[in-house]
């Protein structure tokens, strides 16, 4: 009786740890940490990034995502660096904020050569937003200022229902100027693109962000992303972040999008 009851016990441990060691694996992000604040209050859809509207953005830059700079943030890559000039080529802030209703995202972009003549998702100029619910499914969205010079739209991708679709999309927001673009959209927290996302106070996800820009009519590709690891392009999602869906409202920093640092979506803990 008690060696059964000692294999039993034993073997309970075993599958306990395998459980946790399994669970630890899922999330082996790339140690970059993020936070997204509650929109309190709500920002106004309306297409137009009003300043501290949305507390603090993420930067991303070629810049502050590669190695060497001295801007470098700690976490970031970028593909096809050596097409990208400098910030007036292609940057951004982007922001992301939550509540019972919504999940709120924008972008302000600065880029010199707009392209928005194909059908959508990295087709044209856009921001790629990955969330990562489980350490594995991908929630993707692919944000364009513009479907095809006509109206914003977005390639959105959900692993965890299988919804996937191009589409000219209501929800957002844009304007586009001759040095860049800016959006804003409330997302449904039942909407099919972000269906299972399911923000709750403390829940971490995997995360990552990047700026697809086109240039030279199409011919050229680049993207400065945050989070994947330096030394390796990759969306595999052990090279991204952790976002955390606080409960605290809009937080500004004394540190603001413009001051070219390691501002966040709350706080980046960087090296």
């Not at 309190?40 to 009003?50: L, Q, R, T």
């Not at 939550?98 to 959508?120: H, P, R």
């Not at 959105?156 to 679709?165: I, M, S, T, V």
């Amino acid at each position: 009786m008690f060696k059964e009851r000692f294999f039993t016990i034993t073997y309970l441990m075993a599958i306990s740890l395998c459980i946790i060691f399994s669970a630890s694996l899922a999330y082996a992000y790339s140690g970059a940490k993020a936070t997204a604040n509650r929109a309190e209050p709500a920002p106004k859809i309306d297409g137009k990034v009003a300043e501290g509207e949305w507390g603090e953005g993420l930067y991303l830059s070629k810049a502050v995502c590669l190695p060497g700079s001295s801007k470098y943030n700690g976490f970031g890559n970028v593909y096809t660096p050596d097409q990208i000039t400098d910030e007036n080529d292609i940057s951004g802030t982007i922001y992301c904020l939550w509540d019972d209703q919504n999940l709120y995202l924008a972008a302000k972009v600065t880029d010199d050569d707009l392209f928005f003549e194909k059908g959508g998702g990295w087709d044209n100029d856009c921001v790629e937003i990955r969330f990562s619910p489980d350490g594995t499914k991908v929630v993707g969205l692919w944000i364009t200022a513009k479907l095809a010079n006509k109206n914003p739209g977005w390639y959105r991708k959900n692993d965890l229902n299988g919804a996937e679709k191009t589409e000219e999309a209501p929800l957002i927001k844009a304007t586009v100027g001759a040095k860049g673009y800016e959006f804003e959209v409330a997302i449904p927290l039942t909407h099919e693109a972000i269906a299972g996302l399911d923000p709750a106070v403390g829940k971490v996800v995997g995360h990552t962000v990047s700026i697809g820009d086109h240039d030279k009519g199409g011919a050229e590709y680049s993207m400065p992303a945050w989070s994947l690891n330096p030394s390796t392009w990759s969306w595999d999602a052990a090279f991204w972040g952790e976002l955390t869906f606080s409960g605290e409202g809009i937080v500004i920093s004394a540190v603001s999008p413009q001051g070219k640092l390691a501002a966040s979506w709350g706080a980046i803990k960087t090296k």
